[in-house]
Structures are given as structure tokens and as C-alpha cells.
């Protein structure tokens, strides 16, 4: 069965590091990778998407990296800050047919400290 | 500004009262979607529509109906709600999903918790 793996429930470091969350995934052929942020009480905001003849995109202080022969991609938050604190989800689009194929992981809850 | 509205926020009801959620998107999206998240389950989807007039059902729809009889709204009907329907419930939309690849990320709106007792 398809499924989606985020590294861990909860991962806390200092501020001014670098957060890396990881999402990793089985029994799929991704066509590309989504990253959201989700707030407490609030909607899941989208983040980044990367292709999966893309190795790496960045945007700002984030940076997401798409391994297909692992299986896996890797987000990287850099001089991380409080206001990151947030849980973020990885969502992964596969090449089967119909609109049906986007598929959320459980999610990663950051937290950043002062 | 550009928005997924979801009403109510917060529903609280009993077993076999009929209710609805309703979703409306100001972006004129060809495409919505409602999921529902449960903690460790993540983000399920329940139904989508890709235009007016057509609806499928995703992962877990049973015990839902959904109607698109206008671009802009997304109404989640519950016929006739379960304790197991007791859920956080999200609308999303997107510009246009014409799968597999020509596909764009989702507005979701800000959630509607329901706790069906």
C-alpha cells in the first residue's frame, strides 16, 4: 500500500540552525513533492514544489532536495527563527491517472528555541 | 483577497442530525477538494471536484456527499453524522489539476472542527 513517512512527530532546535525534516515514501512513481506549513487552528499553506527530474529547489532560507533512488526528500530550513515554529507537511503527487493522486505524510511539528 | 472560506469554524452535534459544511473560493478554481485530518492519519481526501458538475470520491468518503453546482462553491453534507465522522475538515482549491502532471499546489482554508457526539 502506498504510504508517506515523516522522519519524526516533533523536532526542536536553537534558534539561528538549521531545522532538516525529512519525508520518505514507498509504492509510489512521484511525478513531484509538496511542501505546506500548518499553522495551529489554521489551513495548510504551501511552500515548495520540486519536479522529480529536480534535484534541488530553493526559495529564501528554504531548501528542499528530491533523492527518487532513496526515496525520500529532504527540507531544509537555514538560520532558523521562532516564527518557523510550525508543523510541516510533505505531499506527494504520483503519476497515476485521475485527480486523485495527491497523498499528505503526517507531518514534522517544529519547534524553534530562543 | 484571495481565500478558501469555510462556515462554521466549530460544529458540535449529535449522531444522525443532518449538517453541512460549507467551502467557498474566490480565485474562480476549476478544481476543490475536501479532506479531513486526524491526528497520525494526516490529511485524507474525502471528495474533489474538477469542475462544476463533477464529482468523485477519494480515499474515505463514505458517509458524505459533496454537489458543485457553481464554480465558486463546495458544500460537505453529512447525512446522517457518526461519532467516527468527528474529525478536523478542510476545503482546498487549486486553479486546475489535469493530473498527472500539469498540477498546482492547493489553497486550503482555515479548517472547520466537528465533534459528532
Known amino acids: 500500500s502506498q504510504k508517506i513517512e515523516q522522519n519524526s512527530e516533533a523536532l526542536n532546535i536553537q534558534e539561528g540552525k538549521t531545522a532538516t525534516l525529512t519525508c520518505n515514501y514507498t509504492?509510489?512513481?512521484?511525478?513531484?513533492l509538496q511542501w505546506y506549513r500548518q499553522d495551529p487552528g489554521r489551513g495548510p499553506v504551501f511552500l515548495l514544489l520540486?519536479?522529480?527530474?529536480?534535484k534541488e529547489k530553493r526559495k529564501e532560507r528554504l531548501k528542499v532536495t528530491f533523492d527518487t533512488t532513496l526515496k525520500q526528500s529532504l527540507f531544509h530550513i537555514t538560520a532558523s527563527q521562532p516564527a518557523d515554529s510550525a508543523t510541516y507537511l510533505c505531499a506527494l503527487e504520483t503519476l497515476q491517472t485521475g485527480a486523485n493522486n495527491l497523498f499528505f505524510g503526517t507531518g514534522t511539528r517544529l519547534t524553534v528555541i530562543p | 483577497e484571495a481565500q478558501v472560506t469555510q462556515n462554521p469554524r466549530y460544529l458540535i452535534t449529535v449522531t444522525g442530525k443532518k449538517l453541512t459544511v460549507t467551502c467557498s473560493q474566490n480565485?474562480?478554481?476549476?478544481?476543490m477538494s475536501w479532506y479531513r485530518q486526524d491526528p497520525g492519519l494526516g490529511l485524507r481526501q474525502i471528495y474533489y471536484?474538477?469542475?462544476?458538475?463533477?464529482?468523485d470520491k477519494g480515499d474515505v468518503p463514505e458517509g458524505y456527499k459533496v454537489s458543485r453546482k457553481e464554480k465558486r462553491n463546495f458544500p460537505l453534507i453529512l447525512e446522517s453524522p457518526s461519532p467516527n465522522q468527528t474529525s478536523l475538515y478542510f476545503c482546498?482549491?487549486?486553479?486546475?489539476?489535469?493530473?498527472?502532471?500539469?498540477?498546482?499546489?492547493?489553497?486550503f482554508g482555515n479548517g472547520t472542527r466537528l465533534t459528532v457526539t
Open positions: 480565485m474562480n478554481h476549476e478544481y
Open positions: 509504492n509510489y512513481s512521484p511525478a513531484y
Open positions: 520540486i519536479r522529480e527530474n529536480e
Open positions: 471536484s474538477m469542475n462544476v458538475e463533477v464529482t
Open positions: 482546498a482549491s487549486s486553479p486546475r489539476r489535469v493530473p498527472p502532471r500539469d498540477n498546482s499546489p492547493l489553497h
